[in-house]
Each structure stands twice: as structure tokens, then as C-alpha cells.
């Protein structure tokens, strides 16, 4: 949940970036401790036992990591 949050987070701030003139052309790095985030974050199955994090977190997570805007 507090891994989504911050990407959340991170793809606004790029957004707003890139409209004042500055585009981001790396990925934001999102740092966690949660093994279980980046692993879920990592893996391209989705896993029905993984309750800690909610179904649509997961795949916005996942989402923005295979379009190459964050990185976990």
C-alpha cells in the first residue's frame, strides 16, 4: 500500500515536471524495504495469496514498472 502510494506520487510529480519544460527520461527509483513489494512488483503473475496488497495496486504498480517509469 505505501509502495503504491508513492508511485502514485512519483508519476505526478514526473507529470508535473514534464509540463513546466522537464521531461524525466530515467526512472523515478521508489525505495523499499518490503521484500514482498518488490517481488510483487517484479513478477508478471499475479498471485492470489498476496493479500497485503490489493488487486489494483498491484497491477498499477506493475503497470508503471513495464512502462518504464518507476523502478522498485
Not at 523499499?32 to 504498480?61: M, P
Request: proline fraction near 1%; charged fraction near 25%; include cysteine.
Amino acid at each position: 500500500m505505501v509502495v503504491a502510494k508513492a508511485t502514485f506520487e512519483a508519476i505526478w510529480l514526473r507529470k508535473l515536471l514534464t509540463k513546466l519544460g522537464f521531461p524525466q527520461k530515467e526512472l523515478t527509483m521508489i525505495y523499499s524495504y518490503s521484500q514482498n513489494a518488490i517481488t510483487l512488483s517484479e513478477d508478471e503473475k499475479y498471485h492470489s495469496r498476496s493479500k497485503q496488497v490489493g488487486t489494483q495496486y498491484q497491477c498499477f504498480i506493475k503497470e508503471k514498472v513495464l512502462d518504464k517509469q518507476i523502478q522498485i
